[in-house]
């Protein structure tokens, strides 16, 4: 049976906007309180669904949450209406307004963890949403997430879901921005790659000390477990404390994989050599194809500021690798050089790169892999999961007619507190429920 991977981008939602709330981020702190266009970075990311689509990819998209969220402003003792709400939080704590109107959730790297059928004990695609503890503008995004990703793979014969981990900095979970799957082929027994930045249970291990480490050992253990993976199935590797502290927040801003192939910087993991050989060992059917980039080529400042590895790497019919990267990867001189050597290098299997203007996220500190959440389907299971938000030429031309019809071309942080930024938000979140047909996922619709 045929099998491939989808890609489900994260749809920009009505709120975009720059707060600069993630610490350790340096994209999203740099770019603190600037003007955000929610609606050119809506098309944006269309833009690329769209062209992936074109090019024979499986493409989806992820609905984004409701934003202001006021059910959380109520769990911390505002009361009234929504609009006095708004107004009494931008009054008094303006920090605590902009994190409750984060469009954050369009990082679906972020949404969860999957783990495909060939990989699992009961042969089912099996997700958990990440609880995103670190940051509290995310970690009220897991219950939004999990109804969604249960409304889409929704058929239990063939997908399984489980709630959120704890929520306490000991089982910190990022979703598949510190996962990715090697494999010989999408359907076969594969290899899934867990990349933390700290044992929470254990001081004697490295451990960042400028910025946090958001993933733990513990927490990626405990999701291998739930999805019934067995030991030779996975992969636990840590990230490099320093690489952490110098602005490299998830794993997904210095490695990318995809089918037997691992793009990754020098600086990315501790016991680097040990970490390949396992990856190696446990790959059936295939061999790894390691593609380091050394520091001396592309510093991990370099690394950052363009997101070079914050990229698509995707298989093409013919077994060559298409990498899908940010415009900032042609604007840095050391990086653009780079690519040119790589895809001119016959050894490994990357042959193209296609570039992406994504620039209203970018400024937030998320690119092309920051857009998307991988899930591995064969056949039967692609037919078993809701249509409704598979990109189309119908859903690309409505979706882009919403969008004008709901957004704003710019959205400041005093925008934040307009009631009618709510309103206007509900009612394109209502809208896009009925056009995607995946029924009342969103608080005010339950």
Known sequence: ?????????????????????????????????AVSNPREAAKQGLKKMKALADMGFKQGILLPHERPAIWPLKALGYSGTDAQILARVAKESPAILSAV???????????????????????????TAANLNAKFHRSIEHETTTRMLQSIFR????????????????????????????????????????????EAFNDARPAPKKFPARQTLEAS????????????????????????????FHNDV??????????????????????LKE????????????????SAEVSVHDAVRSYLFNSQLLSQPNGSMTLIVPGE??????????LDRLIDDKQNPINDVRVFDLKQSMNNGGGPACLRLRVALNETEFAAMHQGVIMTDSLYSTLNAWVDKYYRDSLTQDDLADPMLLIESRNALDELTRITGVGNIYPFQL
Not at 156 to 173: C, R, S, T, V
């Open 279 to 294: 990856l190696d060992d446990k790959l059936v059917g295939t061999s790894l194809i390691a593609v380091c980039v050394p």
């Open 155 to 198: 058929d239990e014969k063939y997908f399984a879901h489980h709630a959120a981990l704890p929520a306490i900095a000991y089982f910190g979970d990022e979703g598949a921005a510190n996962h990715t799957r090697f494999c010989a082929d999408y359907g076969s027994e594969g290899v899934e790659f867990f990349v933390y930045g700290q």
């Open 221 to 248: 253990q405990a999701i291998a477990r739930l999805h019934g993976l067995a030991d030779k199935n996975v992969v636990f590797a840590q990230q490099r404390p320093e690489t952490i502290d110098a602005g490299v």
């Open 101 to 127: 109107a984060s469009a954050s959730c369009m990082w679906t790297a972020n949404a969860g963890t999957v783990s495909p059928s060939g990989d699992t004990a009961d042969r089912r695609v099996h997700f």
């Open 1 to 33: 049976m045929k099998s491939f991977e989808m890609n489900l981008d994260g749809l920009v939602g009505p709120t975009h906007n720059y707060a600069g709330l993630s610490f350790g981020n340096i994209a999203s702190k740099s770019n603190m309180a």
């Open 329 to 338: 990867c042609r604007e840095i001189s050391a990086v653009s050089d780079y």
């Open 254 to 275: 210095i490695a990318v994989g995809n089918g037997n192939v691992l793009f990754y910087h020098e600086e990315a993991f501790v016991d680097t050599e040990q970490v």
